[in-house]
């Protein structure tokens, strides 16, 4: 008896990997009949970086994280995933969704992109699959490779 996952994590952020994360949670949440919850963290430290907290800044990317959220949760609706949500929130993307955003959704799976920064954020900070990896309590699959076209 194989193993079935029931409540799939997928971090987005607008990069490229992790659209091919995102891709691949579709097929093996169909293969697994399984739900798909998507997250995305708005790091609060990018706001720190500008002079006075701009309320502004924060609204934008509120919009557009619930833009992507809304484009994502319709690809996989067309995709023939059944069952899919979303999580926009502020914090520690590398800590929330480990931590927090698995437990409370009873994730058993956390699928994400292999980078999403750029050398610099991840000599500061580190790269937030490596911190889930590090930090999660279910299964990780962080995709490098984009989804073979069928």
Not at 40 to 46: E, G, P, Q
Request: contains cysteine; hydrophobic residues 40%; charged residues 30%.
């Amino acid at each position: 008896m194989g193993m079935k996952y029931k409540n799939i994590l997928v971090a987005v952020d607008g990069s490229t990997e992790a659209e091919w994360a995102f891709k691949k949670a579709i097929e093996i949440a169909k293969r697994n009949d399984a739900h798909i919850i998507l997250a995305h963290i708005i790091d609060t430290r990018t706001f720190a970086t500008v002079e006075a907290y701009d309320r502004t800044i924060a609204e934008r990317a509120d919009m557009f994280a619930k833009e992507l959220m809304e484009k994502y949760k319709n690809e996989a609706v067309n995709a023939g995933v059944a069952n899919v949500d979303y999580v926009v929130d502020y914090g520690s993307p590398k800590y929330r969704i480990p931590r927090e955003i698995s437990k409370d959704n009873k994730v058993d799976l956390i699928i994400c992109g292999a980078t999403g920064m750029n050398a610099v954020e991840r000599f500061l900070i580190g790269s937030v699959s490596e911190n889930i990896v590090r930090h999660s309590s279910c299964d990780v699959l962080v995709v490098r490779t984009e989804k073979d076209a069928e």
